[in-house]
């Protein structure tokens, strides 16, 4: 169970908020109002984007609105004994989580992982893929259970995975815009966002993900930490702390990613 409020505290992205917001959320959150208007709460939604941007808060965020359990499952991670496979692994990972009576599971697949893309793409591969379309009809069919799966590329998914009946939507999770960026350095900066000049910070980090502005931030906040501690030179921290902690900070999408994204 994740602490309550996650959902208020995403900073920014207010696009891809009221997305899931408005497709995911509310359905699940008000399922007699839903059943009400006919409509079917989601059961199984595909996030993708950049490594970075925000699925896996997004996931967090989702499963403490709703106050459900949160099982974050990493098919690579299952494990496989010489009686075992890994399908046989999957399968009793859904069998444990069918014991629960809600539970939002998210499920990773980065592209870049090589032992994902053992799990994925080889033969053994081929079986537990063909064993999560045989799970996946039977998870949707309880009332309180969601299944998030975040990737980084849409385009190397299986394209039966993307079947009508498996997946309800397929939502783009991108880099934060200008907007976004100020809000989520805003937040990490603390009250020190009164004082330094945010619009150079926002310009400066353009394809910086949520994870990098968080990275940036803390580390332009050690620089003025560690100003006071060893030189005692009162003085907090000042936009040049961050920007020298966004030019030493890489951004995580690369150009070649981001060109894909879009």
């Known amino acids: 169970m994740l602490p309550s409020g996650l959902w ?3 900073a920014g992205m ?26 079917a709460p989601p059961k199984a939604v595909i996030l993708f984007g ?8 997004f996931a967090k965020a989702v499963a403490s609105r709703l106050d459900w359990p949160f099982v974050e499952l990493f098919p690579s991670r299952l494990a496989v004994t010489a009686d075992k496979g890994l399908a046989t692994s999957l399968r009793d990972a859904f069998a444990d989580l069918a014991e629960l009576e809600s539970v939002l599971l998210l499920s990773m697949r980065s592209r870049r992982s090589p032992a994902h893309a053992r799990v994925w793409r080889t033969t053994p591969g081929h079986a537990v893929t063909n064993e999560l379309r045989k799970l996946i009809p039977g998870f949707r069919e309880n009332a309180a259970r969601l299944l998030i799966c975040a990737t980084n590329s849409v385009r190397s998914l299986d394209s039966a995975f993307l079947r009508p009946g498996r997946f309800d939507y397929v939502i783009p999770i991108g880099p ?12 990490y900066l603390g009250t020190a966002a009164t004082v330094v000049d945010l619009p150079r910070l926002v310009a400066s980090s353009e394809m910086f993900t949520p994870a990098a502005i968080e ?6 906040a050690q620089a003025a930490f560690e100003r006071e501690v060893l030189n005692q030179q009162g003085k907090p921290a000042t936009t040049d702390d961050y920007l020298a902690a966004i030019a ?3 951004p995580t999408p690369t150009d070649q990613a981001i060109t894909s994204f879009d």
């Open 8 to 10: 208020n505290a995403v």
């Open 14 to 39: 207010e696009r891809e908020k009221q997305i899931i917001e408005r497709r995911i959320v509310l359905s699940l959150a008000e399922p007699t109002l839903a059943e009400q208007y006919g409509v």
């Open 50 to 57: 950049p490594p970075g941007t925000g699925k896996t808060s």
């Open 176 to 187: 934060p815009d200008p907007e976004a960026r100020a809000a989520i350095w805003s937040r």
């Open 215 to 220: 990275f940036a931030a803390r580390k332009g």
């Open 248 to 250: 030493d900070t890489r």
